[in-house]
Structure formats: structure tokens, C-alpha cells
């Protein structure tokens, strides 16, 4: 089975400062992992995915994500947070063939 | 041009009432999806169709139907509703049935029941 666990469904930052919304996934085999963004009244767009290869994922808007298997981990990070990245965010993994799993959503505020 | 679009955006209806979804993508995917978004924004998969035929059903309600009538379209018939089916419904698309595929989202349908 595999699931996905979201720390903190509310984060805030200040105007500048460091994003990071934290992932955690459990298993069985190795997964495919995807960061999706939800703004006000839109659908989700996808940020970012790991599938194979390189363990840092370089997404859209300046995030990114490692994927670390030995802490079963894949963390959404970005270095100086903008007033319009605040939305929701859902980290997720592909839960077998087509049927992703999604965390249940961090809802991030950036502060000016 | 929007990519996933469906209609209506907002529906508030009574118990018992039944209802449509629709959902349109002009991206040429092969694949089309329901998702239910509940009050706590847990975002679960519902159904997937390729080509028109049916791959995924979740473990849902009989009471809720999907319909392809062609592989661009993918709606969501659900009968007798009852309060627990308020959520946002999400349609979705993907190019191939893969697993690694960008899946793409409309806007949701926040649907109402009192």
C-alpha cells in the first residue's frame, strides 16, 4: 500500500524567506512521486514529478524537490517565497498503474 | 483556451435530486479521470477511462455513473444524491495511460447538497 503524509496543513512564511512544505511517503516498491499546486478557485497543476534519475527535481516557478529514499521522503522547496506562491500544495504518489494518492494539501500563506 | 473545462462550476440541489457533471478536454488525451475532493481536501480518484473504456473504479457508489461518449468527454451522472456527496469534483486528463503522465486538471464543480 502506499500513502502520503503532509506535515502542517497551514505554513507561513515572510516575503523572501525560504518555502518548505514537507512530504512523506510509505511504499512498497519504488514510487513516483509529484508536487501539484492548487491556487484559489482553479484546478491543480503539477509543479514538479521524480520518477527515475536524478534525486533533485527542478520544478516550474523556481521549486524544487528531493526525492531522499533512505528518509522515505520528497520535501517542495524554494529558496525566497513571492506573495504569489501562496496556495495549496499536494504532494503525491502514484499509487499503482494511473491511480495517484494525494496528501490531504498544505495550505501556504507568504507574508509581506 | 482552456485545456480541461467542466460545467457547471457551482451546483446546490436537494437530497434525493440526480445530476450531471461535464467534462471536456481539447488537449487530444487519451485518458480522462474523476477525482473527489472532500471537505478536508483529501483528493481521491474516482474513475479513469481511456479511450472510452473504463480502467479505474474506486471503490464508489453505485449511484454514481460515468459516461464517455467519445474520448475528448467524460461526465459524471449521480443519482438520488445524498449530503455526504458535497465535495469539489475534479475532472482530469493525461496524454497516454502511464503512470509518470502530467495529469491535467479543470477547475472543479463544487457541488452542494442540503
Known amino acids: 500500500a502506499q500513502s502520503v503524509t503532509q506535515l502542517g496543513s497551514h505554513v507561513s512564511v515572510s516575503e523572501g524567506a525560504l518555502v518548505l512544505l514537507r512530504c512523506n511517503y510509505s511504499?512498497?516498491?519504488?514510487?513516483?512521486l509529484f508536487w501539484y499546486v492548487q491556487y484559489p478557485n482553479q484546478g491543480l497543476q503539477l509543479l514538479l514529478k521524480y520518477t527515475t534519475g536524478a534525486t533533485l527535481v527542478k520544478g516550474i516557478n523556481g521549486f524544487e524537490a528531493e526525492f531522499k529514499k533512505s528518509e522515505t521522503s520528497f520535501h517542495l522547496t524554494k529558496p525566497s517565497a513571492h506573495m504569489s506562491d501562496a496556495a495549496e500544495y499536494f504532494c503525491a504518489v502514484e499509487r499503482g498503474y494511473q491511480k495517484v494518492t494525494f496528501g490531504t494539501g498544505t495550505k501556504l500563506q507568504v507574508i509581506p | 483556451d482552456t485545456a480541461v473545462s467542466q460545467t457547471p462550476k457551482y451546483l446546490v440541489t436537494q437530497m434525493g435530486n440526480d445530476k450531471s457533471i461535464k467534462c471536456e478536454q481539447n488537449l487530444g488525451h487519451d485518458t480522462m479521470y474523476w477525482y473527489k475532493q472532500d471537505s478536508k481536501k483529501f483528493l481521491k480518484i474516482m474513475f479513469s477511462y481511456n479511450n472510452k473504456e473504463l480502467i479505474i473504479n474506486e471503490t464508489v457508489p453505485n449511484r454514481f455513473s460515468p459516461k464517455s461518449p467519445d474520448k475528448a468527454h467524460l461526465n459524471l451522472h449521480i443519482n438520488s444524491l445524498e449530503l455526504g456527496d458535497s465535495a469539489v469534483y475534479f475532472c482530469?486528463?493525461?496524454?497516454?495511460?502511464?503512470?509518470?503522465?502530467?495529469?491535467?486538471f479543470g477547475s472543479g464543480t463544487q457541488l452542494s447538497v442540503l
Open positions: 511504499s512498497s516498491v519504488p514510487p513516483y
Open positions: 482530469a486528463s493525461s496524454q497516454r495511460q502511464s503512470p509518470e503522465e502530467k495529469l491535467f
